[in-house]
T-cell receptor, first 113, second 113 residues
Framework: DQQVKQNSPSLSVQEGRISILNCDYTNSMFDYFLWYKKYPAEGPTFLISISSIKDKNEDGRFTVFLNKSAKHLSLHIVPSQPGDSAVYFCAASARNAGNMLTFGGGTRLMVKP | DVKVTQSSRYLVKRTGEKVFLECVQDMDHENMFWYRQDPGLGLRLIYFSYDVKMKEKGDIPEGYSVSREKKERFSLILESASTNQTSMYLC????????????FGQGTRLTVV
């Protein structure tokens, strides 16, 4: 049973517009959430994270929102650029589970010029 | 910069062979992980280690074993490779503690024929 789910396998967005990637989780013990970006034939790279004590974290064009009551988080990319085209993975960890990350299935983002 | 290096980018092995995947990190991280990535399933944890000679099973340990004799090196072993172990294998490392992100290697694409 997947504890972290990304229900959209793919998303296509026009350059300059907003990209919104969504993630849902079921384990209420998760208290730290991360987004990773992955290009083909490369390992995932860390993008942005958020602790459960916050509801928003911003880093340049990237913002992550956390809704604990809904067990939902989202990544907003504004403005989207063609170089953002990649697979995005949502991940979560729980303090009592060390630093073990549980990943969602990923969303392939395509930004069209 | 943290560097996590996996010994091979691409491997082709025969069914029944014993396969070794090696991973080295240079940032003195306590934790090391092995994941496999399959389409639609995201990254699934095979094994992790939080200290030298310590190991814990992840979500899908069957058919795999690991070895951590030195802090910087974490090896994944496929005891008898099977075609359903054809996948992208990703090694990661992290510090221990809250809000610690994982850093990934470039991945090994293993094909078992």
């Amino acid at each position: 049973d997947q504890q972290v789910k990304q229900n959209s396998p793919s998303l296509s967005v026009q350059e300059g517009r907003i990209s919104i990637l969504n993630c849902d989780y079921t384990n209420s013990m998760f208290d730290y959430f991360l987004w990773y970006k992955k290009y083909p034939a490369e390992g995932p790279t860390f993008l942005i994270s958020i602790s459960s004590i916050k509801d928003k974290n911003e880093d340049g064009r990237f913002t992550v929102f956390l809704n604990k009551s809904a067990k939902h988080l989202s990544l907003h990319i504004v403005p989207s650029q063609p170089g953002d085209s990649a697979v995005y993975f949502c991940a979560a960890s729980a303090r009592n589970a060390g630093n073990m990350l549980t990943f969602g299935g990923g969303t392939r983002l395509m930004v069209k010029p | 910069d943290v560097k996590v290096t996996q010994s091979s980018r691409y491997l082709v092995k025969r069914t029944g062979e014993k396969v070794f995947l090696e991973c080295v990190q240079d940032m003195d991280h306590e934790n090391m992980f092995w994941y496999r990535q399959d389409p639609g399933l995201g990254l699934r944890l095979i094994y992790f280690s939080y200290d030298v000679k310590m190991k814990e099973k992840g979500d899908i340990p069957e058919g795999y074993s690991v070895s951590r004799e030195k802090k910087e090196r974490f090896s994944l072993i496929l005891e008898s490779a099977s075609t359903n172990q054809t996948s992208m294998y990703l090694c990661a490392s992290s510090l221990t503690g809250e809000l610690a992100e994982a850093f990934f290697g470039q991945g090994t694409r293993l094909t078992v024929v």
